[in-house]
């Protein structure tokens, strides 16, 4: 994945091979071993050529939160809410967060 890079701050033990087949060895939400849903919630609301996109964390779900700063989701719905007043958003904007997205689908979430 693009966003993530060499980056591993979201994995607790980068040592042991084991831990990296254990979904609590992620501080985010893992397409293999979490939900989203258990975790975050999407809001679309679409109108014609108009989308808007809010994420709310569940309380306590620090993989939620975790993937919300992480994948900096609030610029992404940010960049919905300005597009939608006719403002231009920069295509990087939403990138991390549609990679996040794609990656839940793929996943059946």
């Known amino acids: 994945m693009k966003y993530?890079?060499?980056n591993i701050d979201f994995v607790v033990d980068a040592i042991s091979a084991a831990a990296f087949q254990d979904?609590?060895?992620y501080r985010l939400i893992h397409p293999n071993f979490d939900l989203y849903k258990d975790?975050?919630?999407?809001?679309?609301?679409?109108?014609d050529d108009m989308t808007l996109i809010k994420y709310t964390t569940h309380p306590g779900?620090?993989?939620?939160?975790?993937?919300?700063?992480?994948f900096n989701l609030r610029e992404r719905?940010?960049?919905t809410?300005?597009?939608?007043?006719?403002?231009d958003v920069p295509d990087e904007l939403g990138n991390s967060a549609g990679e996040a997205q794609k990656l839940a689908?793929?996943?059946?979430q």
């Not at 939160?65 to 992480?70: E, R, S, V």
């Open 23 to 25: 979904g609590a060895n």
């Open 4 to 6: 993530k890079r060499a």
């Open 105 to 108: 689908r793929e996943h059946g």
């Open 81 to 87: 809410f300005d597009a939608a007043q006719g403002r």
């Open 39 to 47: 975790h975050i919630s999407i809001s679309i609301e679409m109108n």
């Open 61 to 70: 779900s620090e993989k939620g939160a975790y993937t919300y700063d992480y």
């Open 77 to 79: 719905e940010v960049g």
